[in-house]
T-cell receptor, first 117, second 113 residues
Framework: AQTVTQSQPEMSVQEAETVTLSCTYD???????LFWYKQPPSRQMILVIR??????QNATENRFSVNFQKAAKSFSLKISDSQLGDAAMYFC??????????????FGKGTKLSVKP | DAGVTQSPTHLIKTRGQQVTLRCSPK?????VSWYQQALGQGPQFIFQ???????QRGNFPDRFSGHQFPNYSSELNVNALLLGDSALYLC????????????FGPGTRLTVT
């Protein structure tokens, strides 16, 4: 069975600094997707960034980038120039992609990120 | 575009009762997935509906059932509520084909007393 592990329950970063959130996963599949979702205190989960396993290039979205190490089954999120609005729970998630459609999301337990002014 | 909407926002029920939660998907999406998020945990997949049928199911008992309507909206039903069913229930929608992101609703907070 696929599993996702986030080993940092809480992280803290100074405003304008850079922080990296860790995620490891376990799977025997070769074709899958990895995601980082953000859940602010208002609860609505929003997608931060997505990585297709078949792509070697690391995904980037503005201040957010990932370090995808397929052999090591590692998928970390780097947030540059941290802003107060980045404070939230961050969830790493995994999904298979088969038969032309996306499978269910498997989430880690999350990392609570605090941003200090 | 209203995005994914869920109702009600909060709900308090007593053990043994039954509850129905509702979800309307984002415009253009035909697939609805339900997740349970216990306090301090990541969401856990309950089931996914497409074409009014349950397509995938997570490790949840038969007390959890669902339905999808022709307009793609969905309901989650939980029978014989237990204290452990207290959680945030999230609905997510997406197109069925293609590797698109799942858009989440704000959730329904269920408290079982």
């Amino acid at each position: 069975a696929q599993t996702v592990t986030q080993s940092q329950p809480e992280m803290s970063v100074q405003e304008a600094e850079t922080v990296t959130l860790s995620c490891t996963y376990d799977t025997s599949e070769s074709d899958y997707y990895l995601f980082w979702y953000k859940q602010p205190p208002s609860r609505q989960m929003i997608l931060v960034i997505r990585q297709e396993a078949y792509k070697q290039q690391n995904a980037t979205e503005n201040r957010f980038s990932v370090n995808f190490q397929k052999a090591a089954k590692s998928f970390s999120l780097k947030i540059s120039d941290s802003q107060l609005g980045d404070a939230a729970m961050y969830f790493c998630a995994y999904s298979l992609y088969y038969g032309g459609s996306q499978g269910n999301l498997i989430f880690g337990k999350g990392t609570k990120l605090s941003v200090k002014p | 575009d209203a995005g994914v909407t869920q109702s009600p926002t909060h709900l308090i029920k007593t053990r043994g009762q039954q509850v129905t939660l509702r979800c309307s998907p984002k415009s253009g999406h035909d697939t609805v997935s339900w997740y349970q998020q216990a306090l301090g945990q990541g969401p856990q997949f309950i089931f996914q509906y497409y074409e009014e049928e349950e397509r995938q199911r997570g490790n949840f008992p038969d007390r959890f059932s669902g339905h999808q309507f022709p307009n793609y909206s969905s309901e989650l039903n939980v029978n014989a509520l237990l204290l452990g069913d207290s959680a945030l229930y999230l609905c997510a929608s997406s197109p069925y084909t293609g590797a698109y992101e799942q858009y989440f609703g704000p959730g329904t907070r269920l408290t079982v007393t």
